[in-house]
């Protein structure tokens, strides 16, 4: 063990060492002549101590006993320091004044800032020049020449770190005040000094703002949404947000087609029915009269059914999903079933009864859901096809929720409502896909496509840092890798993203650069149907990091940021990886997040 690591009980056992024996010199630990010198041994070591800090003290970065000695020589604290800097605050303006060597360009006030723990970006302007500028261009004047801004975070919080903060000390603290000073002090005199603390929403409950934009193409066919009030169903033409539910997220589904083409008519026109009356003339679930229909089951021994055939031949080994909108009245047992395509197995019951019960079901049923929705009840089946024949869909009334396919039985008169019914090829549910009012036909609903420029746009020319927040939908997490948000140049051959891999419930980000694919790293798992957030972030370097619901960082190598433009939400360049779920926040910072911050940035979101 070196000298300068003695510690107080070796001390005191050095100096008895030393002394001579008898008994008018004692050892024991309550002798008088002990604790003198337990006492010298105490002394000794404190400042023993207190010499090997100097070597921390001798270095600005860590010094602690000697920093006021160090603030003084360099004229600190002074007006730029804050009311109460924390010590490891005071230790880094120490640093940026001893370190700093003037200078002129973006870099070096990038610099200076970081050395006092701020992430910045800056943007420099030109007038408007005719011949040099383009279309579009903002008419700036002269003056713009000389300005400058500078984009930082609206708060960098600094926590109470174990071994660097000291007794006293708040456990958080914030404010931007030293930065502002310190640049305006360092700006050449005849420079204009702009501080844009800029968070960049671009999409929040009820609102998708510019300069975000939204596509869906829709030829000739209406998509829908749950209304404001959670119950009625609203319908939007295309390009339209679909804000869904009480909760007022943003409905992002991929492209589906309705393959039954009277979708609004169940058990009415194109339905042919078997041992019921109907009529199409109830309130239907858009609240509308003449979107429903009044269901009578007859009292004869039958299977009480409306069954449409499609146009469409199934193919061996395909998943089909169909969906039916339906109200209970006297009648409160229901089958929905595929005709020869799904052969014996493709069919499943429910109990329209509370929240709703998912009965029994043929083998060939890989998933069934029931909802209630206010006074109706959404019911799923996805089944796979084991025959190529045409698809039929059949909704039916039953007695029983363990009754088999297609079963028969004496009717009594009993009533029900039905609504929509739309079949989709594919694993994934999806909201209702309708043709026009007394226009029926396969109705096509092309991907929501969510894009925004940082560069055009939000003039975000380097570092970036994205925040996410939504769900991914429990119907749609078996099917393809969903992408929930990827940046890219424009091609195929630089991007990073973020996406759910298919049957895992894991969050993956991976990368492309010059068109050549890295590993990629694994987030952890998410649940369907649950809120989760998100949070990307790329440095000047290429450095990606990310963190999930606020845990800790993960960090790949990314893509050079001056490559990266275009931002996209729940979709690739195509539609290929398109998400099906809500978003409820995204929001653009133009920097990129310290790892100590990103998590608490992720965090907030859930506020």
């Not at 070196?2 to 309550?30: C, F, I, Y």
């Not at 903002?138 to 000389?146: E, K, R, S």
């Not at 708060?155 to 109470?160: D, H, K, L, T």
């Not at 596509?215 to 319908?235: F, H, M, N, Y």
Request: with cysteine.
């Amino acid at each position: 063990m070196a000298d300068s690591d003695r510690t107080e009980a070796e001390l005191l056992a050095a100096a008895q060492a030393l002394m001579p024996t008898g008994p008018v010199w004692p050892r024991e630990t309550g002798a008088t002549q002990t604790r003198i010198l337990a006492g010298v041994a105490a002394t000794a070591a404190r400042l023993r101590a207190r010499a090997r800090a100097l070597l921390d003290d001798a270095f600005p970065a860590s010094a602690f006993y000697l920093l006021p000695e160090w603030e003084e020589a360099l004229g600190l604290p002074d007006a730029c320091s804050g009311a109460a800097p924390t010590l490891q605050g005071r230790r880094d303006q120490v640093v940026a004044r001893l370190t700093a060597r003037g200078g002129q360009s973006r870099a070096y006030f990038i610099g200076v800032a970081a050395a006092l723990g701020f992430p910045v970006t800056i943007r420099e302007f030109a007038p408007f020049r005719i011949g040099g500028s383009v279309v579009g261009a903002p008419l700036l004047g002269d003056d713009w020449a000389f300005a400058w801004e500078i984009s930082a975070p609206e708060q960098v919080i600094r926590a109470f770190e174990l071994g660097t903060s000291v007794v006293g000390e708040p456990l958080r603290s914030w404010g931007n005040g030293a930065l502002e000073c310190v640049l305006r002090r360092l700006a050449p005199a005849h420079t204009i000094l702009i501080f844009a603390y800029r968070v960049e929403t671009v999409l929040a409950p009820a609102q998708l703002i510019a300069p975000l934009a939204l596509t869906r193409a829709q030829p000739g066919s209406r998509s829908a949404a749950l209304g404001a009030d959670g119950v009625i169903w609203q319908e939007f033409p295309a390009d339209a947000p679909r804000f869904h539910g009480t909760s007022r997220r943003l409905l992002r589904e991929g492209s589906k087609t309705n393959i039954i083409a009277d979708a609004r008519t169940a058990f009415g026109a194109g339905w042919s029915n078997t041992g019921i009356a109907a009529v199409v003339s109830a309130v239907g679930p858009d609240g509308v009269a003449g979107q429903g229909a009044l269901v009578t089951e007859s009292t004869t021994t039958s299977n009480h059914r409306s069954q449409h055939n499609t146009s469409v031949t199934a193919e061996i080994g395909v998943s089909y999903t169909l969906h039916w909108l339906v109200r209970a009245g006297t009648c409160t047992n229901v089958q929905l079933c595929f005709s020869l395509s799904h052969g014996s197995t493709g069919y499943q019951n429910f109990g329209l009864t509370g929240d709703g019960v998912v009965g029994t079901g043929g083998s060939g049923v890989s998933r069934a859901t029931i909802r209630r929705i206010g006074d109706w009840y959404l019911c799923r089946m996805t089944a796979t096809a084991t025959a190529a024949a045409i698809v039929s869909a059949i909704l039916m009334m039953g007695n029983l929720l363990a009754n088999g396919r297609l079963a028969s039985f004496p009717g009594t008169g009993r009533t029900l409502t039905s609504g929509w019914a739309w079949l989709t090829e594919g694993v994934a549910a999806t909201s209702p896909i309708l043709p026009a009012i007394g226009a029926p036909e396969v109705s096509a609903r092309e991907a929501d496509i969510l894009t925004v420029n940082l560069r055009a746009s939000l003039e975000i020319e380097g570092p970036f840092t994205v925040l996410w927040r939504g769900l991914l939908a429990a119907g749609a997490m078996d099917g393809a890798d969903q992408v929930l948000l990827q940046v890219d140049a424009g091609t195929f051959d630089d991007f990073i993203r973020i996406r759910h891999v298919s049957g895992t419930g894991l969050l993956r980000t991976s990368r492309t650069a010059a068109g050549v694919s890295a590993s990629a790293s694994d987030l952890g798992p998410v649940a369907g149907d649950s809120l989760f957030s998100l949070g990307l972030s790329l440095d000047a370097d290429g450095r990606m990091t990310v963190s999930l619901d606020g845990g800790a960082v993960v960090a790949v190598t990314g893509v050079a940021t001056d490559v990266l433009a275009i931002l996209r939400l729940g979709c690739t360049l195509t539609d290929f990886g398109a998400m099906s779920g809500q978003i409820e926040k995204v929001r653009v910072l133009p920097y990129a997040s310290a790892d100590g911050d990103l998590p608490a940035l992720v965090a907030a979101l859930s506020a």
